[in-house]
Each structure stands twice: as structure tokens, then as C-alpha cells.
């Protein structure tokens, strides 16, 4: 029997091809894409789902069962991946919660009705005494008995406001079935209710000893009272009050914690399959986005703003994609390719980024942004001096005065300086622009070091005093020995030069701010200062201070 | 009376409240690894340089598994860092390695050559060895111990102190109570 049973997924797989299909479907469709919002793995378009799907399918052609096929992806993602996960453990309560809520919801709705029928006038006027019922009909007529003492304290103050709540009931019950509102049926058996309530109130009242005369001295007249209206307030108000107070309380909190919470943790959508949630407070940022979706369109105006303002939001992805269908329509478009120039270099693609830039300025030879472009890749990248003065010189011609003007001169100035102290010579030398090292803490020290702090990594040029350091690398809670690399991604002045002789300190800090130094700060020298940027085995002690 | 209404208001508030800020702080996109202390499933890789490793024929050290592509920006915030810790960690009983995913070949050997990267790495064009470590966010990294005994997985990107102490960790087969997370990029 059981091997009969291991048989049918074999047997059904033998059926065709549009079995298998269907049955790689039906399993997909009860995964949970991990790379999507709610889709399962059948549904997403995603590069994952697609893989996933590849292998439900060989799974399947290996012999696998359904079961242990799911049991696969469980295995690797957890219980998360089942869309419908199994009714057990910590699952088990969302398959019963709903349940747990209906019940919950059906016992309340029976409360309320029991009490509220609890609430409504009872007993007949056979149950009363006819004495008490003339005297409640008595008092309602003369309304003696609708003074309230609002600070009578204890049982005869409740029974009083109680008595006068019930006689104001009273009054609208007639003035209602006067109205014709209520029919005859109703009202008397509403009134029958209400005066039996009062029969009972009077009987408690009679048994207390009466009130002493300071407790009824300050007895207030209600309001409307020549008006024939009663006094419903003294009551009804103080519990409706609370509602209202409850209310206005929740929607307060509610409104205000919404507030704060939406605009934490909430973003714009870049694709229909991002996410809005999920920013400030889960920790995942704009990197986190996922690739955005093809831009359509053939306006290559509307295609270039679209890429511009990807690439002033640094969404490189969207940036490139728009880029590329615009030289997809026209291959020589100067300002497609000075963007991607742009783009590749920030990347680090330094020739693919000269051979945009080439591009760009063979359809305009004038194109501002590839000559800048050009320029401070040939500057900052290639070390070819020549050339990016060339390229500057020439966008210098061509810019109106201003703000970009004078940035352009203050770069060939930088450039005149660098090959006046030999620093572009220095670079070249060097492999890379970094300085790294191993920072440890003297073992006397080390005691004092009780873990955390931020550690931080300062490098200041050699010919200057004082003033912003070059560079400053920080590290919270660091552990001993640390590896560092100080490099030019470091820089406190982005744009300037990261070559030269430069003096290094490291700082445990153990408040965390740069700008104060602390009696527990520990510090550290390299002890062949001044350093060449590009030196290897820059080690350095911590071993000042901590005190 | 009155007391008690404030009481069971407030409490009401306080329970909406509760799983208003419990909603809204976790991250949508996580997914808890059941992998922790579970053995690292094994896989044949072929390296860029064109030899085969297999992760069983590591056996005896511990090994940095780290799970990247090159058009992910964390990837790249934590490359040159991975290169500084294999450097001064490679003499004891660690390997690195490199899996590449999602990815081409011609861009995956851009970003070695542009990092320096020096330790082995390879490339996983079907997704098996994604998915068989649930890899979702990349980089993904998995400490191995010398038995092949996953003891900590890290998302997004990391440093060299945890680089550091995990593999010391793993070295001496401690597995770690919870995974670790940093700045991440979700897989295509």
C-alpha cells in the first residue's frame, strides 16, 4: 500500500510535460517569492522566482514528491516561504486567531444586548407596591423630589440622582407617547418599567436615615426646571463624558503615533514591486530598492529629464535605463552620453567612462559636461595633467562667469600645485592611494578599555597646522588588533587631492565626539610620521592617555 | 468605577498601540534564516580562474562564504574590506570564498579586478547555491566551521570586527544565537 502511495507523483510525472507543468505551478503558487511583496513564486517575474521555479521543476523530475519538494524550500527559508503556512506551533494561532476574534466578537455582541435589556424598565405593576407607584406619580406631578444635592455623598446622594434620573425618564416617556412617538403598548409598559425602578429607589431611600441638614444645604435648582425639563445631566453627563474623554484621548495618541510612525517609516514607491514601508526604522535605505521597472516612452526629452533626475537622486539603475533608450533612438545624442560617462566613472569603469566621454564630444565638441567629465577622469583617474588641463581650459572658454567658472579655475590651479610638489609623480608610484596598517592597544591600556567607543582615524597633511584634517576614518566599537585602510572615499574635502605626506593620530574616543577630547580618550601616533599616502604596514599603538 | 474604565481604556490604547509600533518597526523584507547550527549544504563551484572547488574539501577550516553581485552597492561598500581581512587571515585556518550571483560574467570579473580581490570566487549562474543557503539580500554572508557546520549567517554588510570574532567563532565551533544584519540590497 505505501509503496503504491510512493508511486503516484513518478506515475503522475509520467503523464506528459503539461502535468509537470502544472504541477511545478501549483507548487510555486503556494511559495512565497522572498524577493517580492506578497507574490508567490508562480506569480513573481523576478530573477529568484524564475530560479526557484527551475528547480521545483528538476526537483520534480528527479522523483521528488510535492511535499518534499515544499519541505526544500522550508528547509531554506523557513516556514515564512509557505504562503499558507502548516497549522503548527506559532502558525496554529493564525489559523485559530480569526476564530478566537469571531467568538470573542459574538460573546461581546451578547453582553451588550444581555445588559442592555438588563437596563430596560422591568416589572409589572402588580410587582410593586400601589402605595409607592400613587407617591412616585405623586412626586412626578409636584416635582419635590427633582432637587438633586450633588455633594450628598454615599448611597443616598447615588439613590437620589438615581430617583431623579428615573422621574426625567418618566417625563419624556409621557411627552414622547403625548407626541405620539410610542404606542400605547409601549408606553405603558415603559412607564410600568420606570416607576417600578422608582418604587424601588423610594423603598432604599426610606430605609437610609435622612440626610443631614449640611449635606442638603447645597441643593441646586436644574436647569430649564420652569420649563417643565429635568435635570438629565446630573446622571447621563459624568458617564458620557468619560466616553467622549476616552475617545478623544485614543484618537489623539492614535493620530499622533501614526503621524510619527508613517512619516518614519514610510517612503515612495520607485517601482510597483518596492515596498513602501521600511526605511528609517527597519534599517534598509534607498540602497535597498529594488532595480526599477523599464521606462517606457520615445520623447527623448521627457527620456533625458527622466535620467537627469535618476541621476541627481543617484538611482543609477533608472538613470542608466533612460540613458540607454534615449541613445537606443539616437546613438550620437552628446548629453545620453556625457551622462553615462558620468555614471561609469563614478563606478570606477574609467575607460568605458573616456570612451563616453569621447563619444559625447565627437557629436559636440563643445559639450560642457563630457569636457568636465573628460577633464577630471583624465585628473583624478588616468594622471594625464595634459590632457584634462586641455579639456578645462576649453570648458573655461565656454562658460558664462560664475559659480562653475571659478570651480573649473581652482581645479587647474590644484593641478598646476600637484605637479609643482611632483604629487601626480607620486601617485603613479604608488599602486594604490591608501594608506593601511593594524591599529593596536597598549596592553597597559588595555584594561582601561572596556570595549565601545568610536575609534577614530585622523590624517592631516604634514606642511599644515591646525585647521579640517585630510581624512578621518571612524569606527565605533572597535576590537584589537583593527586592519584599516585610510583611503580617498575618506576625505573630508571631497575633490581635493589625496596624495602627498600626511601626519596620522588615532583616537579611541570614548564619548564618541571628535570635537571633544576626554580624560578616557586614548590616543595613538604612528611613530614615522609623516607618511606617504600609499605606505603599507602604517602600524600604530595605542598608547596615550586613558586615564 | 471610574478607575477601573481608565484602567481597561488605556489598556486597549496601549495593546493597539503595541502592535501599531511592532507592525510598523520590523522590516517587511526579512526573512529569519532557519540555517544557524544546520550543516552548510555543499556545492561544487567553478572559479573565475577556471579550477573547481568543492565546499566539502574545506573540511577542518573555518570558512568566510560570502554571497555578492557587482551591481550591488553594499557589495561594493564591504569589498575592500573583505580583501584587508583575508589578508590578515589567511594564514590561519580560514578560507574566503566568493559566490557571484545574478550577475555576468564580464561584470563580476570587473569587480574583482577593480577591488583587488585576491581570495577564490566563482560564479552561481543557475541560483542553486542561492537558494539552497534562502539567500534573499545580498551581500549574504554564512561562517562555517571546521565540521561544515553553518555558525552565523550576516546580511548586508559587514566589518572587520565581526568578520573577525565570528571566524574566531567558528574556529572554535561556537554557533551564534541569532544572525547578524547590516546594510543590504534585496536579490532581483
Known amino acids: ?547 | 468605577m471610574a478607575w477601573r474604565r481608565l484602567g481597561i481604556t488605556l489598556l486597549v490604547i496601549l495593546s493597539l498601540l503595541g502592535i501599531l509600533a511592532y507592525g510598523f518597526s520590523r522590516d517587511p523584507r526579512y526573512i529569519p534564516t532557519p540555517l544557524i547550527g544546520s550543516p552548510a549544504p555543499n556545492f561544487t563551484l567553478t572559479l573565475f580562474n577556471g579550477k573547481t572547488l568543492k565546499l566539502e574539501d574545506l573540511r577542518g577550516k573555518a570558512v568566510f562564504l560570502n554571497i555578492w553581485a557587482s551591481w550591488c552597492p553594499p557589495c561594493r561598500e564591504e569589498a575592500r574590506e573583505l580583501e584587508v581581512a583575508w589578508q590578515n587571515l589567511k594564514e590561519k585556518d580560514t578560507v574566503f570564498l566568493g559566490v557571484n550571483i545574478q550577475d555576468t560574467k564580464q561584470d563580476a570579473q570587473d569587480f574583482i579586478k577593480q577591488f583587488g580581490i585576491t581570495y577564490p570566487n566563482g560564479r552561481d549562474p543557475s541560483g542553486r547555491i542561492a537558494v539552497d543557503y534562502g539567500v534573499w539580500g545580498i551581500p549574504e554572508t554564512f561562517f562555517i566551521d571546521p565540521q561544515g557546520r553553518i555558525t552565523y549567517k550576516h546580511v548586508g554588510t559587514l566589518g572587520w570586527p565581526i568578520i573577525h570574532s565570528k571566524l574566531d567563532e567558528a574556529r572554535r565551533r561556537v554557533v551564534s544565537a541569532k544572525e547578524g544584519k547590516g546594510s543590504y540590497q534585496p536579490i532581483r
Open chain 1, 1 to 547: 500500500m505505501l509503496w503504491m502511495l510512493s508511486c503516484i507523483p513518478a506515475l503522475s510525472l509520467g503523464t506528459g510535460p503539461t502535468d509537470l507543468e502544472e504541477q511545478v505551478r501549483v507548487i510555486a503558487a503556494e511559495l512565497r517569492c522572498p524577493v517580492c511583496q506578497n507574490l508567490s513564486v508562480a506569480d513573481s517575474p523576478s530573477e529568484l522566482a524564475q530560479q526557484m521555479r527551475a528547480i521545483i521543476d528538476s526537483q520534480l523530475r528527479e522523483g521528488k514528491s510535492p511535499e518534499q519538494v515544499r519541505a526544500y524550500f522550508v528547509s531554506k527559508y523557513g516556514e515564512w516561504v509557505l504562503l499558507s503556512p502548516t497549522p503548527r506551533g506559532f502558525s496554529l494561532l493564525l489559523w485559530i486567531l480569526p476564530y478566537i476574534a469571531l467568538a470573542g466578537g459574538i460573546l461581546f455582541v451578547i453582553f451588550i444586548v444581555r445588559r442592555w435589556v438588563q437596563n430596560r424598565p422591568k416589572g409589572r405593576p402588580s410587582e410593586a407596591d400601589p402605595d409607592l407607584i400613587q407617591r412616585v406619580r405623586r412626586e412626578l406631578a409636584t416635582e419635590t423630589a427633582w432637587d438633586v444635592a450633588i455633594d450628598v455623598e454615599g448611597p443616598q446622594g447615588t439613590l437620589m440622582r438615581e430617583r431623579a434620573r428615573l422621574y426625567t425618564e418618566l417625563r419624556e416617556l409621557e411627552f414622547d407617547f403625548q407626541a405620539g412617538r410610542l404606542s400605547k403598548l409601549d408606553y405603558e409598559e415603559m412607564r410600568h418599567g420606570y416607576e417600578a425602578q422608582a418604587t424601588a429607589i423610594l423603598k432604599d431611600l426610606d430605609a437610609l436615615p435622612p440626610a443631614t441638614p449640611p449635606q442638603l444645604a447645597a441643593k441646586i435648582a436644574p436647569e430649564g426646571r420652569e420649563n417643565g425639563q429635568l435635570p438629565s445631566s446630573v446622571n447621563v453627563v459624568p458617564r458620557r463624558v468619560w466616553i467622549f474623554a476616552a475617545i478623544a484621548i485614543f484618537l489623539l495618541i492614535f493620530g499622533v503615533t501614526l503621524g510619527i510612525f508613517l512619516g518614519k517609516s514610510l517612503r515612495l514607491r520607485t517601482s510597483p514591486e518596492d515596498s513602501i514601508t521600511g526605511d528609517f526604522l527597519t534599517g534598509t535605505g534607498n540602497e535597498s530598492r529594488p532595480s526599477p521597472p523599464e521606462i517606457e516612452g520615445t520623447d527623448i526629452g521627457a527620456l533625458l529629464n527622466r535620467g537627469r533626475a535618476a541621476f541627481e537622486q543617484k538611482q543609477w539603475p533608472q538613470a542608466i535605463e533612460a540613458f540607454k533608450k534615449v541613445l537606443s533612438m539616437e546613438a550620437n545624442h552628446p548629453d545620453a552620453h556625457a551622462y553615462m560617462g558620468l555614471i561609469l566613472a563614478g563606478a570606477g569603469h574609467v575607460d568605458s567612462a573616456m570612451l563616453a566621454f569621447n563619444r559625447a564630444l565627437t557629436s559636440d565638441p563643445n559639450h560642457a559636461l563630457a569636457l568636465w567629465g573628460s577633464g577630471m577622469v583624465l585628473f583624478r583617474q588616468k594622471d594625464d595633467a595634459n590632457g584634462a588641463r586641455q579639456n578645462l581650459k576649453k570648458l573655461l572658454t565656454l562658460l558664462p562667469p560664475g559659480a562653475h567658472k571659478e570651480q573649473i579655475r581652482k581645479t587647474l590651479l590644484e593641478m598646476g600645485k600637484g605637479e609643482g610638489k611632483g604629487e601626480i609623480k607620486q601617485t603613479k608610484k604608488t599602486a594604490d592611494h591608501r594608506i593601511q596598517g593594524v591599529i593596536t592597544i597598549d596592553p597597559k591600556l588595555q584594561a582601561t578599555h572596556q570595549g565601545g567607543g568610536i575609534l577614530f582615524i585622523i590624517a592631516r597633511r604634514a606642511a599644515t597646522q591646525g585647521g579640517p584634517p585630510l581624512a578621518v576614518k571612524r569606527i565605533a566599537s572597535p576590537t584589537f588588533p583593527l586592519s584599516y585602510s585610510l583611503s580617498k572615499e575618506n576625505m573630508m574635502i571631497p575633490g581635493s587631492s589625496f596624495a602627498g605626506r600626511v601626519n596620522i593620530v588615532v583616537r579611541l574616543d570614548k564619548d564618541g565626539d571628535p570635537l571633544t577630547r576626554g580624560a578616557g580618550d586614548i590616543i595613538g601616533n604612528y611613530h614615522k610620521n609623516p607618511v606617504e599616502i600609499g605606505s603599507q604596514n602604517v602600524d600604530i599603538v595605542l598608547n596615550e592617555g586613558g586615564q
